[in-house]
Each structure stands twice: as C-alpha cells, then as structure tokens.
C-alpha cells in the first residue's frame, strides 16, 4: 500500500491510499515526486547570464538616473548591497531607498542583505519591491526555512550568500526539498565594501556548485571585471555582480557586454 498526497492550491492537501498498485502507477508517481526538485542533478538546460551592475558604486545623489543608464546599457539586474553596520562594519541603504528607487524602474532589484537578523527585513522589503532577497548562510541556520517561507509569501525569490571562508556544504540543505532557495550567492570577497580584489579560490564552490545543482543560478560578487570573468564563467558562476569594473570605465556597456558573452561562452562549452 502506498500513500496518494495531492496539493489542491496552495494550503489544500488531499491524501488517499493505494492498495496494491501496479508497478506503472508507482513508476508515474516517483516521477512526479522527483520532478518538483527543481535543482535537479541532469542537465536538462543551459542557465541564462544574468548581469547585475552593483549600485554601491554608483552616483547616490542620482540613483534613478544611475539605475536606468545601467538598464539602458543591457543590464538584467540591478544588484542592491543592504548592510547593517553589525553583520558587516559598513551601513549602507535599507528599505526606504528600495521603496523610492522601485518608483522610477521595473528593474529586478536583486537585493542582498548582509544582515545579522534578516528574518526582521522580510515584510519591509516585500512592500518597499525587492525582486530577490538574499540572506547570509551564517546567521540562518536555526530559521532559514521559516525565513524562505517569508520571503516567498512577500512575493520574492529567495537566494543565499556564503562568506569565502563558509563551506560550501552549508548552503546544500537550503537547495534541497519543497522549501528551498532559488539562488547561490558565493562571495569572491569579504563582505562589507567594494573595490576589493577577486579570490580565485572561492571558484572551487562553483564548480562544485554548478556540478551538484546544474540548472541552479549562481551568482558571484567581488572583484569581478574584465580581468576576472572568463575564470568565473568557466566555474559555472551565471549571474554576475560587478560594481567597480562597470561605473569606473569609459564604456559600461562594453563591460556589461563582455560579461555576458564570456558567461555565455561557458555555459556552452561546460
């Protein structure tokens, strides 16, 4: 006998017993189960670049502005740093600045909270429109499922970050089963301010990454330029954070172009 559980909706369940099912009503119902993990272990597709200028490096005084050259220029993402001056020594923007900049763009602001109690920031963020909310692996361990339940019912996607120094095997129960996030943030630099240099030994997590969850999104931030992206690519990192190396050249469509043909470049030969 098996058990026969049927989601109706979003808070329905319906459960039934089958006695004795014949071996294609077993086979057709592991396929279903196994199909709602949506980080799967076959590559079934290629993941799209996603280029996420860091607006930590833009011009404050004019963020809209800011905001809407980077888009203008083929930028997929906006990348929105949130630091609390506790998690990490600097204190940058909260939610009020993401409630005022969501009036001028229907950019995704990929939000990224280095935070110590980011279960407090949930409801804030939703109503101000936060696109995605990434929260730290390291202070989230006791309420992260609580935590991307939140975040998924304000109608965001949920996503987690890891220092250089967090192992990669703390991230893993948070991609796994009903309740999982939808992105890996691993970061190629200390937390807490930009302009840092790239740590190429932080790509060992993406392949890792890219080997155990290939339809997964990950994403890389610090450091990342011209002179960086083709060993971030070739990891298996696809969405990309690049402050410095966007603002600070002559030509930021150029740069953002570069990144994605290189992540492109990759995906198609990995």
Not at 44 to 68: G, R, Y
Request: glycine share 8%; aromatic share 6%.
């Amino acid at each position: 006998m098996i058990k026969l559980v049927v989601v109706v909706g979003r808070n329905r369940i319906l459960t039934t017993n089958i006695i004795n099912p014949p071996p294609t009503v077993v086979g057709c119902l592991l396929t279903s189960t196994q199909s709602q993990y949506h980080h799967s272990t076959s590559k079934s597709k290629m993941v799209s670049a996603k280029i996420a200028p860091s607006m930590l490096s833009s011009d404050f005084a004019n963020l809209a502005s800011e905001a809407q050259r980077m888009v203008n220029l083929g930028a997929d993402w906006l990348h929105m740093d949130i630091m609390d001056g506790h998690f990490v020594p600097n204190l940058t923007i909260g939610a009020p600045v993401i409630e005022s900049l969501r009036k001028h763009t229907k950019a995704y602001l990929d939000c990224h909270l280095m935070v110590t109690n980011p279960l407090d920031y949930v409801d804030a963020f939703g109503k101000a429109g936060a696109s995605g909310f990434t929260f730290h692996v390291e202070v989230s361990k006791d309420n992260w499922q609580e935590l991307v339940k939140q975040i998924k019912s304000k109608g965001m996607r949920p996503g987690v970050a890891l220092k250089p120094g967090t192992p990669v095997e703390e991230v893993y129960p948070l991609l796994e089963g009903e309740n999982c996030v939808e992105m890996v943030l691993v970061m190629t630099v200390e937390p807490g301010f930009g302009g840092q240099k790239f740590m190429p030994d932080t790509m060992s997590k993406v392949r890792t990454l890219r080997e155990k969850y290939p339809n997964l999104d990950i994403e890389v931030d610090g450091g990342l330029g011209p002179s960086t992206i083709e060993t971030a690519a070739a990891a298996g990192a696809n969405c990309i954070v690049a402050g410095s190396s966007v603002f600070g050249a002559p030509e930021p469509g150029q740069v953002i172009s570069l990144l994605r043909t290189s992540v492109n470049k990759a995906q198609k030969t990995g």
